[in-house]
């Protein structure tokens, strides 16, 4: 790890705050960056439009009672990473090249759209119980590194 690595997880944890999830436990960041400079910047909170589970002042997932690292698709918040990607389109801005900055592990899902949208390393701080995410980016290329604090 480096300085710049360090700058932009600090930059990831400050973007986690903004999330719209009920749980604060569940607070994700995200940071795009490519040459060292920040591209876009993603958290996980409800679509544009539909209220939020803050809004809603309880979890879909908790009240349901699904585990996490399961469906994914039962969830009013879009991912910290997807957000992050989808912005960058909103915007024009090319990730190609990038890294991405992230407080934890991506899922399969943010991993499949990280390795299309063509970003080629990702650095996360607290694990995730998806194996399969890491696989897919081992497959694909994908330089995948856990930060530590130590520079």
Known sequence: ???WDKRFMEMAFLVATW????QENR?????VVKDNRIITTGYNGAPSGVASCKDRQECLRRKLEIPSGTRHELCYAVHAEQN???????LGSSVEGATLYCT?????ICAKMIINSGIVRVVYK????????MQLFNEAGVKV???????
């Open 104 to 108: 934890h592990q991506p899922c399969v």
């Open 1 to 3: 790890m480096n300085k």
């Open 126 to 133: 607290h694990g995730y119980p998806d194996e399969f995410s």
């Open 84 to 90: 992050a990607i989808a912005q960058a389109a909103k």
């Open 19 to 22: 999330s719209s999830c009920f």
């Open 27 to 31: 607070h994700i960041g995200a940071v």
């Open 145 to 151: 590194e856990i930060y530590t604090d130590e520079i």
